[in-house]
T-cell receptor
Framework: GEDVEQSLFLSVREGDSSVINCTYTDSSSTYLYWYKQEPGAGLQLLTYIFSNMDMKQDQRLTVLLNKKDKHLSLRIADTQTGDSAIYFCAESIRDNTDKLIFGTGTRLQVFP | EPEVTQTPSHQVTQMGQEVILRCVPISNHLYFYWYRQILGQKVEFLVSFYNNEISEKSEIFDDQFSVERPDGSNFTLKIRSTKLEDSAMYFC??????????FGDGTRLSIL
């Protein structure tokens, strides 16, 4: 079946790097995504990686994909208090709909 | 940058009443989706829509739910007879296909 797991909480000091991890089960994923959700707000697409890539860097964000272990991570460099939010990883399933299966979300708390 | 818009931002309805949630996807997108997020839980896929018909629906999307694209711009989700457990945030998303899904800010549905 399709399942995406994340750790629930991460707390980091401002200026440090944050690493949020995700594991998934469906090997037929086409894309894997990271979305950010601030309190009471919608889902903001942060970045995504195609399933045949290992790494993608976008300014402070680095995505690593280990397809063999079905493990995805998001590294945020120089974490700021404005990065405090819930981060969801999601995989799109290779079928006729490309629906997204979301993880449980990781709440990132950045303290000064 | 074009965006997905959803209205209303908050809907309060009595149990048993019908409710219609509205979405305007990005204009050149062809694939449309509804997702649901119960408070504190993960985002769950409800239904996908392409070429004026449902392409996939989840177990949550029972006979009480329906979707429609009544004109060239709107995409609606109707819940025929709401239940308390329908209280959630409902997100609309769209994509041109093979690309990341873009989400609206969501409609918070509160059933009394």
């Amino acid at each position: 079946g399709e399942d995406v797991e994340q750790s629930l909480f991460l707390s980091v000091r401002e200026g440090d790097s944050s690493v949020i991890n995700c594991t998934y089960t469906d090997s037929s994923s086409t894309y894997l995504y990271w979305y950010k959700q601030e309190p009471g707000a919608g889902l903001q697409l942060l970045t995504y990686i195609f399933s045949n890539m290992d790494m993608k860097q976008d300014q402070r964000l680095t995505v690593l994909l280990n397809k063999k272990d079905k493990h995805l991570s998001l590294r945020i460099a120089d974490t700021q208090t404005g990065d405090s939010a819930i981060y969801f990883c999601a995989e799109s399933i290779r079928d006729n709909t490309d629906k997204l299966i979301f993880g449980t979300g990781t709440r990132l708390q950045v303290f000064p | 940058e074009p965006e997905v818009t959803q209205t209303p931002s908050h809907q309060v309805t009595q149990m048993g009443q019908e409710v219609i949630l509205r979405c305007v996807p990005i204009s050149n997108h062809l694939y449309f989706y509804w997702y649901r997020q119960i408070l504190g839980q993960k985002v769950e896929f409800l239904v996908s829509f392409y070429n004026n018909e449902i392409s996939e629906k989840s177990e949550i999307f029972d006979d009480q739910f329906s979707v429609e694209r009544p004109d060239g711009s709107n995409f609606t989700l109707k819940i025929r007879s709401t239940k308390l457990e329908d209280s959630a945030m409902y997100f609309c998303a769209s994509t041109e296909g093979g690309q990341p899904q873009h989400f609206g800010d969501g409609t918070r549905l509160s059933i009394l």
